[in-house]
Nanobody, 115 residues
Framework: QVQLVESGGGLVQPGGSLRLSCAAS????????MGWFRQAPGKERDLVAI???????NYADSVKGRFTISRDNVKNTVYLQMNSLKPEDTAVYYC?????????WGQGTQVTVSS
């Protein structure tokens, strides 16, 4: 079993920045693929960014050049640095992990971009 705890969400003005963190329990973090998804009201949950155990990354087109995913295998934590935020980035952001034990989700953290 893997537990994921997100933090770092909040209210930010357009053009601002936030960094989300996701702390993972368990000893197989380093072999897990980690990712961030988001879900806006009335919409489906969509992939934002993903990072493999070999630190290969992939991003949704809508966030390329603005968001950066990274991981710290010593702290068992994955990060999402979000810059140049737009109102359309407003959503609940979920941390995701996939490994030999299965797929796991965090509880989500709200990000609101508004003036």
């Amino acid at each position: 079993q893997v537990q994921l705890v997100e933090s770092g969400g909040g209210l930010v003005q357009p053009g601002g920045s936030l960094r989300l963190s996701c702390a993972a329990s368990g000893s197989i973090f380093s072999t897990s693929t980690m990712g961030w998804f988001r879900q806006a009201p009335g919409k489906e949950r969509d992939l934002v960014a993903i990072i493999t155990s070999h630190e290969n990354t992939n991003y949704a087109d809508s966030v390329k050049g603005r968001f950066t995913i990274s991981r710290d295998n010593v702290k068992n934590t994955v990060y999402l640095q979000m810059n140049s935020l737009k109102p359309e980035d407003t959503a609940v952001y979920y941390c995701y992990a996939q490994n030999r034990l299965g797929s796991f989700w965090g509880q989500g953290t709200q990000v609101t971009v508004s003036s």
